[in-house]
């Protein structure tokens, strides 16, 4: 069993930042990428910024430039560095990860998700 625990949300006003962290932990033998995603009100889940072990990002137009994505392999944990946030940015930030287990003869690999932390931006 995997659980990823998001943390780092809150309200914070226009121009402002936050940070964002996602620590996986459980019977992991390694986490391929792992991501953030977001859900706004009676909108649907996007993704916000993807990062792979070896480090090459992807990011939704949206954030390009103000948002940063980093992790640490060997704490099993993402980063979303949130700078310049608008109050479009307001949404539950999801954190993803690929996660490969190990079992006796072989190898699974299975998505996991976190419970979701709220990130409000008034204006």
């Known amino acids: 069993q995997v659980q990823l625990v998001e943390s780092g949300g809150g309200l914070v006003q226009a121009g402002g930042s936050l940070r964002l962290s996602c620590a996986a932990s459980?019977?992991?033998?390694?986490?391929?990428?792992m991501g953030w995603y977001r859900q706004a009100p009676g909108k649907q889940r996007e993704l916000v910024a993807a990062i792979a072990r070896g480090g090459s990002t992807n990011y939704a137009d949206s954030v390009t430039g103000r948002f940063t994505i980093s992790r640490d392999n060997a704490k099993n944990t993402v980063y979303l560095q949130m700078n310049s946030l608008k109050p479009e940015d307001t949404a539950v930030y999801h954190c993803?990860?690929?996660?490969?287990?190990?079992?006796?003869?072989?190898?699974?690999?299975?998505?996991?998700w976190g419970q979701g932390t709220q990130v409000t931006v008034s204006s």
């Open positions: 993803n990860a690929d996660v490969d287990i190990h079992y006796t003869g072989y190898t699974a690999r299975t998505q996991y």
């Open positions: 459980g019977s992991i033998f390694s986490i391929n990428v």
